[in-house]
Nanobody, 124 residues
Framework: QVQLVESGGGLVQPGGSLRLSCAVS????????MGWFRQAPGKEREFVAA????????FYADSVKGRFTISGDNAKNTVYLQMNSLKPEDTAVYYC?????????????????WGQGTQVTVSS
């Protein structure tokens, strides 16, 4: 059974940085697609970033491009989301997800396994 556990969320001031981690057990991350999504109160879950084929392919939402970086550590079976220059509008619960297919998708419906989420709050 696949389990995904996120960590690293918290409260940060605008302009600050956080690094989220997603530890995967039960399956490897190296040859599948891993994604980060977020959901703010009253809003739908939205795509943030994804990585596939051991990092050969990455994709970002326009809203985070240039500020966020997704990466993976195959030895630790962990995926990271480095978030820099954070803005109040980045406040949300961030979810890690795994997709069995090797092609990146931005739709939550195409991801098979999800973590429980970690809260990120950007506020002064």
């Amino acid at each position: 059974q696949v389990q995904l556990v996120e960590s690293g969320g918290g409260l940060v001031q605008p302009g600050g940085s956080l690094r989220l981690s997603c530890a995967v057990s039960g399956r490897t991350v190296s040859s599948r697609t891993m994604g980060w999504f977020r959901q703010a109160p009253g809003k739908e879950r939205e795509f943030v970033a994804a990585i596939a084929r051991s990092g050969a392919s990455t994709f970002y939402a326009d809203s985070v491009k240039g500020r966020f970086t997704i990466s993976g550590d195959n030895a630790k079976n962990t995926v990271y989301l480095q978030m820099n220059s954070l803005k109040p509008e980045d406040t949300a619960v961030y979810y890690c997800a795994r997709r069995s297919a090797l092609v990146i998708s931005t739709s939550p419906a195409f991801y098979d396994n999800w973590g429980q989420g970690t809260q990120v709050t950007v506020s002064s």
